[in-house]
């Protein structure tokens, strides 16, 4: 069982370049997320996704864009990378709250990180 | 909207020596509270977290919250600290109604001096 999973770990971009993040997990979980952390800011919501198929916006999702084709992948795109877009991005997923009970809803797990750089 | 306050930055303590660390938040509905730490170079792991029922919540390594509604507060205590629990500790705040957002503030970087 290897939880969340994170590809790749690190990444360095020019602007204007293109990639795409990689989030898998293993446990079965409806809801997936996109966090980005900066210094001094915390986590901050990019986007996520309430099940297969669906994806709505966080706290800051311009300049992002996301896909969940499958329950178990999400996705995080950057179309035309920026400075700005430097930071540790983070995936998390948590248990639909009806299945797994009160005491098992509500808790975000969470991937190793990528540490993206855009020069 | 809800919002999370973590009163300091940093940290620093004395090994064996006991540690608060502050949060307070901000909602106009009931909310579910966590507690995160991240250690250097790696994810957020779940520390503890009050969803109802008894104020004082006990967490993973030694580590204890309570909740008190009057004062909007969530702090985070330890007795006695190790140097393994220098990390980086996060407060976050859900809706208990609302969607699967969390609300993270921006975190206190707890250093243990030997």
């Known amino acids: 069982n290897a939880g969340v999973t994170q590809t790749p770990k690190f990444r360095v971009l020019k602007t204007g370049q293109s990639m795409t993040l990689l989030c898998a997990q293993d446990?079965?979980?409806?809801?997936m997320y996109w966090y980005r952390q900066d210094p001094g800011m915390g986590l901050r919501l990019i986007h996520y996704?309430?099940?297969?198929?669906?994806?709505a916006k966080g706290e800051v999702p311009d300049g992002y864009n996301v896909s969940r084709l499958k329950k178990q992948n999400f996705l995080l795109g950057l179309e035309s990378a920026a400075p700005s877009q430097t930071s540790v991005y983070f995936c998390?997923?948590?248990?639909?709250?009806?299945?797994?009970?009160?005491?098992?809803?509500?808790?975000?797990?969470f991937g190793p990180g990528t540490r993206l750089t855009v020069l | 909207a809800q919002s999370v306050t973590q009163l300091d930055s940093q940290v620093p303590v004395f090994e064996e020596a006991p540690v608060e660390l502050r949060c307070n938040y901000s909602?106009?509905?009931?909310?579910?509270l966590f507690w995160y730490v991240q250690y250097p170079n790696q994810g957020l792991q779940l520390l503890l977290k009050?969803?109802?029922?008894?104020?004082l919540v006990k967490g993973i390594n030694g580590f204890e919250a309570e909740f008190n509604k009057s004062q909007t507060s969530f702090h985070l205590r330890k007795p006695s600290v190790h140097i393994s629990d220098t990390a980086e500790y996060f407060c976050?705040?859900?809706?208990?109604?609302?969607?699967?957002?969390?609300?993270f503030g921006k975190g206190t970087k707890l250093s243990v001096i030997p």
């Open positions: 998390a997923s948590s248990p639909y709250r009806r299945t797994s009970g009160r005491a098992g809803a509500d808790t975000q797990y």
């Open positions: 009050y969803l109802s029922g008894s104020t």
């Open positions: 976050a705040v859900k809706e208990v109604a609302g969607s699967y957002q969390l609300t």
């Open positions: 446990m079965n979980h409806e809801y």
């Open positions: 996704s309430v099940g297969e198929g669906t994806t």
């Open positions: 909602s106009s509905v009931s909310v579910y």
